[in-house]
Structure formats: structure tokens, C-alpha cells
């Protein structure tokens, strides 16, 4: 039983399509996350939501849309793709927003041709 | 402006040998410092972690080692084995920041058998 599950786990669109990513976790955490993996491994946070509200957004193009329905849920939209979104992207999920370990799904890798 | 230095970038080691993973931080309000172990294809995986009330933190074969008056942690790997061959990451957060991660660049083990 997956603890914290991304679909589709590989993603390949043309530039300026628009694509979504789901997450799901079980585990009961009030706080998930959304983390981008770039070619070299660095990890940079998107956004995070406690109890489906927004409470980090970094500096990430409008054309990113986070959406969180309940707080096991959140949803990453991209409009207008671009080559330089090609990553892998992951979820991840905490107890609270105070400072704890992450459980992160297993990514959606995200190639833009 | 990096707040997690990570080092080094790759690191090679015989297997039954000790590895050392090194990072430093900038930001004295961070409380927590976590260790992710990441495998190809899979999301980073909470390893071990340690609060700055203590100077060391040990789980089986990894030990985190914490000076706080450096501002600097590491993680140890004794008799390290060839399945601890993965990309390793160090983290830090605040519990005022929003449970927000900042991850260090990653040190690629290769554990040779």
C-alpha cells in the first residue's frame, strides 16, 4: 500500500501542451509538497499546502498551478510547456508544517520534446 | 545563496569501509536535519535525522554527527556495503518556515564490492 503515490510516473508532451500531475497520500499528513529534480539531481521546492491551503509558493512561472482538493491530495497543472520543464517532479508529504521528515512518491519524470 | 553546502559530490569506497558525507549550513534558525538516501528511479527516502539538542544520532550503520557551533552535520556509513550505493542528500528546515526543506546538491556513493 503506497504511502505517498504519483500518477503518471513518466510524461513525455510537446512544447506548449498542458499536462497534470496527481499525488495522493495515505499516511494522514496535514502537509504536501511539490519538488522539482533537475538534470543534475538539485532538488528546489515548488509549493506546499497544509490542509489544502497554500502556504509556500516560490518563485515558479504562473504557467505552474498547484491544486489541492483535500489534504490528501494535491494536484500539479502545467500550462504552455516548455523544453526547460523537463524534470522530474515529486511530491511529498509531512505530519504538520513544522519541521519533519518528508515521505516523497516515487516522481513523475517530465520530458518536453 | 546556497544555505546547504553539501560535500563532496561523488564519493567512492570499498566495501566494509567507512563513508563520510559532509554538509554545512548558513542559517542559524534552522532545527531540524534530516538524510535522504536515493536510489535511480525512486524518491529520496527519509534516512535519519537530528534536532540541535544533541551532537550525535546513530541508526544501525549511520550516525549523524552535529557541531553546532560550526554549523555543519555529516552522515556516517560503517562497513558500508554495495546496496548503500544511491545519492545521498542532507537537508535543513525551521519549524517557523513552514516545514520548508532546503536540500544540499547530493553526493553520489558508489560502494564497491
Known amino acids: 500500500d503506497t504511502a505517498v503515490s504519483q500518477t503518471p510516473k513518466y510524461l513525455v508532451t510537446q512544447m506548449g501542451n498542458d499536462k497534470s500531475i496527481k499525488c495522493e497520500q495515505n499516511l494522514g499528513h496535514d502537509t504536501m509538497y511539490w519538488y522539482k529534480q533537475d538534470s543534475k539531481k538539485f532538488l528546489k521546492i515548488m509549493f506546499s499546502?497544509?490542509?489544502?491551503?497554500?502556504?509556500i509558493n516560490e518563485t515558479v512561472p504562473n504557467r505552474f498551478s498547484p491544486k489541492s482538493p483535500d489534504k490528501a491530495h494535491l494536484n500539479l497543472h502545467i500550462n504552455s510547456l516548455e523544453l526547460g520543464d523537463s524534470a522530474v517532479y515529486f511530491c511529498?508529504?509531512?505530519?504538520?508544517?513544522?519541521?519533519?521528515?518528508?515521505?516523497f512518491g516515487s516522481g513523475t519524470r517530465l520530458t518536453v520534446v | 545563496q546556497q544555505q546547504v553546502k553539501q560535500s563532496p559530490q561523488s564519493l567512492i569506497v570499498q566495501k566494509g569501509g567507512i563513508s563520510i558525507i559532509n554538509c554545512a549550513y548558513e542559517n542559524t534558525a534552522f532545527d531540524y536535519f534530516p538524510w535522504y538516501q536515493q536510489f535511480p528511479g525512486k524518491g529520496p527516502a527519509l534516512l535519519i535525522a537530528?534536532?540541535?539538542?544533541?551532537s550525535e544520532k546513530k541508526e544501525g550503520r549511520f550516525t549523524i554527527s552535529f557541531n553546532k557551533s560550526a554549523k555543519q552535520f555529516s552522515l556516517h556509513i560503517m562497513d558500508s556495503q554495495p546496496g548503500d550505493s544511491a545519492t545521498y542528500f542532507c537537508a535543513a528546515s525551521r519549524n517557523t518556515n513552514a516545514g520548508k526543506s532546503t536540500f544540499g546538491d547530493g553526493t553520489t556513493l558508489t560502494v564497491k564490492p
Open positions: 537530528i534536532r540541535p539538542d544533541v
Open positions: 511529498a508529504s509531512s505530519p504538520s508544517q513544522g519541521a519533519y521528515g518528508y515521505t
Open positions: 499546502y497544509n490542509n489544502k491551503e497554500l502556504i
